[in-house]
């Protein structure tokens, strides 16, 4: 399984803090983004920003970065400010 966790607004958007995805149906952070987008009209929305950066077990990746069963991915919005 991948731990699946929400921060910031995006957690209030989804109205969801955290999931969990069987690591049998993803195999990159973008395939887990397709998923979860497949959700509904509202996650489809929410995925479909290019802006919305993810982490895999703390580290900043790319939307191609490998996943495997253990794995925390994290979303959040783009951090702004000044």
Sequence with gaps: MIKIVFF???REQLDCAELSL???DVKTVNEVKQ????R???WRQTFSNASLLSAVNHDMVAGD???KSGDE???FPPVTGG
């Design 40 to 42: 509904n009209s509202q």
């Design 22 to 24: 069987s690591a049998d």
């Design 35 to 38: 998923r979860l987008s497949d």
């Design 8 to 10: 910031a607004a995006l």
């Design 73 to 75: 991915v994290a979303f």
């Design 65 to 67: 970065h490998l996943v």
